[in-house]
């Protein structure tokens, strides 16, 4: 498991690939160039997690996170 604190504004891309402001690089095997993306949503008032297509897939409370439909933090 990566464990990391990152600083959040309304979205942030994590991958292993730096592709513009706003990116976070997680620097392991596990993890896609383009991997997954966190953002803020006003109607739920939280921060939603999607998945990029990411080739290993990525995990919220032991449970898959899609890539169309976000889960919440």
Known sequence: ALA??????????????AS???TRMLDHPTVSRK???IRWDAAAGRH?????GSR???W???QPV???LPRFL
């Open 4 to 17: 990391g604190v990152h600083p959040l504004a309304d979205a942030a891309t994590f991958g292993r690939q």
């Open 20 to 22: 513009g402001a706003g």
């Open 35 to 37: 991997h997954m993306t």
């Open 48 to 52: 939603g997690v999607v998945d990029l």
């Open 56 to 58: 290993n897939g990525t």
């Open 60 to 62: 919220l409370d032991g």
């Open 66 to 68: 899609a890539a169309s």
